[in-house]
């Protein structure tokens, strides 16, 4: 027997003329690519006929929507090691990990690969029960193909003081990144809004009315292909590092996703972008200032030693 709910509703007079995903995202809480999904499944009548996502609601008009399955309970993520994944500083309030590529902070409606939550209680580690449940002890994320350092928080008391913190943007955020190209001026700030891609959910892009977005950085080394940045964040938007950069057509290297040249990623090795958390300063709760930092994975540092044999530096 299906486990997925059937719902029947009017269209209500604020949704009349909307497309069918836009006014149904609205009215179910849905994402647009979902009702587009259901749509393409006939899953949603108007008035007894199936209906796609660019079709107008009709004010009035009777809708059956069989909505989709409800997802894995993601607060019952098994315990999974996860190869790579060093803890840098532990104690009872905090855990810090060097977080591998290919890892994600905790889990996700579609993920199935290793996470940082699943790891740690693998690893024996008590993570703090504060926050939504597929994600408790998570204060701060990295993408899931960005390695570095990353904080967690193992008590009630740890969650708090570090989501104040960075809510009030008081904790130390500092990356490495090797863009293509030479940014001008070689240090300077990106002081540009971040929104959803219009032509694609999953990626983002600098545009009017998105959410400031703020990225100070300085050169620390300049080749002919590309240029190694220092990068203090001053907000935390997702992709914030690789949209700024893209938007000064200087992306980083490796990453595709947004405008990198698989030429110069292929002489170098790479199969991810160039992006590291290096380091990162807090309060712990206790009051102590702390400093950690991660060093570059193998596959970076190979590739920056590549980039400088092409340069003619040694290596």
């Known amino acids: 027997m299906s486990d997925r709910e059937s719902r029947m509703m009017p269209v209500p007079?604020?949704?009349?003329?909307?497309?069918?995903?836009?006014?149904?995202?609205?009215?179910?809480?849905?994402?647009?690519?979902?009702?587009?999904?259901?749509?393409?499944?006939?899953?949603?009548?108007q008035d007894g006929t199936p209906v796609g996502k660019s079709d107008r609601l009709t004010e009035g008009a009777w809708l059956d929507v069989t909505l989709p399955a409800p997802p894995r309970d993601l607060a019952d993520e098994p315990a999974r090691a996860v190869e790579g994944m060093d803890i840098l500083y532990s104690d009872s309030d905090i855990i810090v990990v060097d977080k591998p590529v290919g890892v994600a902070?905790?889990?996700?409606?579609?993920w199935e690969g290793p996470t940082v939550t699943s790891g740690l209680a693998a690893a024996g580690?008590?993570?703090?029960?504060?926050?939504?449940?597929?994600?408790?002890?998570?204060?701060?994320?990295?993408?899931?193909?960005?390695?570095?350092?990353?904080?967690?928080?193992?008590?009630e008391r740890a969650y708090t003081v570090l989501k104040r913190a960075f809510r009030d943007r008081t904790v130390d955020k500092t990356y490495h990144a090797l863009v293509q190209g030479h940014p001008d001026p070689t240090t300077g700030t990106i002081d540009?809004?971040?929104?959803?891609?219009?032509?694609a959910g999953w990626k983002?892009?600098?545009?009017?009315g998105g959410r400031r977005?703020?990225?100070?950085?300085?050169?620390?080394?300049a080749f002919r292909q590309a240029t190694l940045v220092k990068v203090h964040l001053e907000t935390g938007r997702t992709h914030q590092i690789r949209v700024h950069f893209s938007a000064?057509?200087?992306?980083?290297?490796?990453?595709?996703?947004?405008?990198s040249d698989p030429v110069l990623a292929g002489e170098l090795g790479?199969?991810?972008?160039?992006?590291?958390?290096?380091?990162?300063?807090?309060?712990?709760?206790n009051g102590t200032w702390m400093d950690i930092e991660s060093p570059y994975p193998a596959d970076l540092q190979t590739a920056l030693d590549r980039l400088r044999a092409m340069n003619g530096e040694r290596v």
């Open 213 to 221: 977005a703020v990225t100070h950085y300085e050169t620390l080394e």
């Open 270 to 285: 790479l199969s991810r972008q160039w992006l590291h958390a290096v380091h990162l300063g807090f309060t712990h709760p």
């Open 192 to 199: 540009a809004p971040i929104a959803r891609h219009p032509g």
């Open 125 to 155: 580690f008590r993570i703090s029960t504060s926050g939504p449940p597929e994600r408790k002890g998570i204060v701060h994320r990295l993408d899931v193909g960005t390695s570095g350092v990353m904080v967690v928080a193992a008590s």
């Open 13 to 45: 007079p604020g949704l009349a003329g909307m497309r069918v995903d836009a006014g149904l995202s609205k009215l179910l809480g849905l994402s647009r690519t979902v009702v587009a999904e259901l749509a393409a499944a006939g899953d949603i009548n």
């Open 204 to 208: 983002f892009a600098v545009r009017d």
């Open 105 to 110: 902070a905790h889990p996700t409606i579609g």
């Open 248 to 259: 000064l057509h200087h992306p980083c290297v490796g990453d595709p996703m947004y405008g």
